[in-house]
């Protein structure tokens, strides 16, 4: 079966610090990971997928696949960062498998 | 960019009577919706899957004849929370592939249901 897990509920970074939240997966078939963030009273929205290689809003992300990892990273935070983020994990049926979720909150 | 829209946004009803929560998508076709349901501090679970003009597919632990999910057009699935009781109160989020297997899948804006 397949399983995220994000370990930290909760980070607080300053603002220009790096910042790292960790994802690690579980799962038997081809893994698409994804990382989704949610603004304070905003609907879920796509950050990045490890499949673009994109960075985003300074956001990279790297496939593990000998770790099973995704940890999202960005080298100097900013406030606007502070939000929650969910690392999610797509099947072949485009279901997507959420992890429990870390609240950034970047210190001015 | 693709838009997927929640009705209501908010809904307080009796124990007991049911309540319906629309999905839609705006701007582009959807066979396939899902239904997440979400606790407060707890991550997104997936409920289960909305197929249009075929039957849903839930998940493992999810009363189908509790939450009843219609797929009827290529724009629109409803949930029916059926017999509302008040552990039913949570914030249900739907959401729907841009263009098929493979795209982006965006998320609605979430309904919060309050069962009294």
């Known amino acids: 079966a397949q399983r995220v897990t994000q370990p930290e509920k909760l980070l607080s970074v300053f603002k220009g610090a790096p910042v790292e939240l960790k994802c690690n997966y579980s799962?038997?078939?081809?893994?698409?990971l994804f990382w989704y963030v949610q603004y304070s009273r905003q609907r879920l929205q796509l950050l990045l997928r490890?499949?673009s290689r994109e960075s985003i809003k300074g956001f990279t992300a790297d496939l593990n696949k000998g770790e099973t990892s995704f940890h999202l990273k960005k080298p100097f935070a900013q406030e606007e960062d502070s939000a929650m983020y969910y690392c999610?994990?797509?099947?072949?049926?485009?279901?997507?498998?959420f992890g429990t979720g870390t609240r950034l909150t970047v210190i001015p | 960019g693709a838009v997927v829209s929640q009705h209501p946004s908010r809904v307080i009803c009796k124990s007991g009577t049911s309540v319906k929560i629309e999905c839609r998508s705006l701007?582009?076709?959807?066979?396939?919706m899902f239904w997440y349901r979400q606790f407060p501090k707890q991550s997104l679970m997936l409920m289960a899957t909305?197929?249009?003009?075929?039957?849903?597919?839930?998940e493992q632990g999810v009363e189908k004849d509790k939450f009843l999910i219609n797929h009827a057009s290529l724009t629109l699935s409803t949930l029916t929370v059926t017999s509302a009781h008040p552990e039913d109160s949570s914030f249900y989020i739907c959401?729907?592939?841009?263009?098929?297997?493979?795209?982006?899948?965006?998320f609605g804006e979430g309904s919060w249901l309050t069962v009294v």
């Open positions: 959401s729907a592939p841009a263009g098929g297997m493979g795209n982006t899948i965006y």
């Open positions: 799962y038997s078939g081809s893994p698409e």
């Open positions: 490890h499949i």
């Open positions: 999610a994990l797509k099947t072949g049926a485009n279901n997507l498998f």
């Open positions: 701007d582009f076709q959807a066979t396939t």
């Open positions: 909305s197929n249009e003009g075929s039957k849903a597919t839930y």
